[in-house]
């Protein structure tokens, strides 16, 4: 037993005899539960799953403040009961989607595919056919591994950028599962390159532009009814990888037990666009794919923490849900 190992071509995670501690036995149980959910039939996990969802989105008071505030300041026009019950259907949803993660990363990715639904695999086909570089640009949804895992496991090569996660184990087999049928995963903390590398040599990448980045690195550009310090680096990807940027979204559906995967046309536009258009477009292209599906987004995330000049960063402000409050 070795403990993870990193180089520099890619991330692979190893188990560690510490992960053996009773201090992860509680983690382990968690790990074990949602095994036991991937043989679980869908229709019989997802009802349990969303009620102990919505149930941990009333006690996780710290995560449902910045989904209200990101909510206000993203669709200050609807109603406040129309945020709370985007903020439900979202907490309903994150344990639903990665039940089908867990599924994906245990079963015959055959049982998986019955119950997944493609729009606009064409494009893909196309570029496939073609032996095209393709970085697809994907919205921070709850199911967001699944496109990548399945389109590994028919064949194709997959690089994806992620954030270690605070607990170890958690890392460990959540890494291990998205790597289950192949392709390579970069930790955001080894920098851009080794992705690049990659992407370069014909794996298909996977980038998520949601992260907040600070001032000096960014672009203040429209998001939804607000603004949003985004990072034009897709710009700049697309032509030092010569690569085809696909906007992608996957969709859980619980009441059908199916997986909807959007796929948008790819962004030529973007090849001799300036940084503050190639900000917008990408901007653009989260509203198109996550408008219609709100519940499926990560709202929980501080995606508005970086603000212009003289203004408060929403999630400091104390007039907005104060601690103590319902």
């Known amino acids: 037993m070795e403990k993870e190992k990193k180089s520099h071509i890619e991330f692979i995670p190893e188990f560690q005899k510490a992960f053996l501690h009773p201090r992860y036995w509680g983690s382990w149980l968690?790990?074990?539960?949602?095994?036991?959910?991937?043989?679980?039939?869908?229709?019989?996990?997802?009802?349990?799953?969303?009620?102990?969802?919505?149930?941990?989105?009333?006690?996780?008071?710290?995560?449902?403040?910045?989904?209200r505030i990101n909510l206000l300041y993203c669709f200050p026009e609807l109603p406040e009961a129309r945020r709370e019950a985007i903020i439900d259907s979202m907490f309903e949803t994150a344990p639903q989607s990665m039940a089908m993660m867990a599924e994906l990363g245990m079963r015959d990715p055959k049982k998986v595919l019955e119950r997944v639904d493609w729009h606009g695999k064409d494009i893909i086909d196309a570029m496939q056919a073609n032996n095209e570089k393709v970085i697809f640009l994907v919205p921070h949804g709850w199911a967001v591994d699944i496109p990548a895992m399945l389109m590994a496991?028919?064949?194709?090569?997959?690089?994806?950028?992620?954030?270690?996660q605070g607990n170890q184990l958690f890392d460990y087999v959540w890494n291990r599962v998205r790597r289950r049928f192949g392709g390579r995963m970069h930790a955001r903390?080894?920098?851009?390159?080794?992705?690049?590398?990659?992407?370069?040599?014909?794996?298909?990448?996977?980038?998520?532009?949601?992260?907040d980045q600070r001032a000096e690195h960014s672009e203040f550009?429209?998001?939804?009814?607000?603004?949003?310090?985004?990072?034009?680096?897709?710009?700049?990807?697309?032509?030092?990888?010569?690569?085809?940027?696909?906007?992608?979204?996957?969709?859980?559906?619980?009441?059908?037990?199916?997986?909807?995967?959007?796929?948008?046309?790819?962004?030529?536009?973007?090849?001799?666009?300036?940084?503050?258009?190639?900000?917008?477009?990408?901007?653009?292209?989260?509203?198109?794919?996550?408008?219609?599906?709100?519940?499926?987004?990560?709202?929980?995330?501080?995606?508005?923490?970086?603000?212009?000049?003289g203004e408060t960063e929403?999630?400091?402000?104390?007039?907005?849900?104060?601690?103590g409050s319902k």
């Not at 903390?189 to 992260?211: A, C, E, H, M, T």
């Not at 477009?281 to 603000?307: A, F």
């Open 30 to 67: 968690g790990v074990f539960a949602f095994a036991g959910l991937a043989w679980t039939p869908a229709a019989i996990r997802d009802p349990l799953l969303g009620a102990l969802g919505r149930t941990a989105g009333k006690l996780a008071k710290s995560a449902r403040r910045r989904a």
């Open 189 to 211: 903390n080894d920098g851009i390159k080794p992705f690049i590398s990659s992407v370069r040599q014909g794996y298909w990448g996977y980038y998520l532009p949601d992260k």
């Open 153 to 164: 496991a028919s064949g194709q090569k997959m690089a994806a950028m992620f954030h270690n």
């Open 314 to 323: 929403p999630y400091v402000r104390k007039d907005l849900w104060p601690k």
């Open 221 to 309: 550009v429209h998001f939804f009814a607000t603004y949003k310090a985004t990072l034009p680096a897709i710009g700049r990807l697309m032509k030092v990888c010569r690569a085809r940027v696909v906007p992608l979204f996957p969709v859980y559906n619980a009441r059908t037990h199916r997986l909807d995967i959007y796929i948008r046309p790819p962004m030529d536009d973007l090849m001799d666009a300036d940084d503050r258009t190639i900000a917008r477009r990408m901007n653009e292209e989260v509203e198109i794919l996550v408008g219609p599906h709100p519940e499926q987004y990560t709202w929980i995330l501080k995606l508005l923490k970086t603000r212009k000049e």
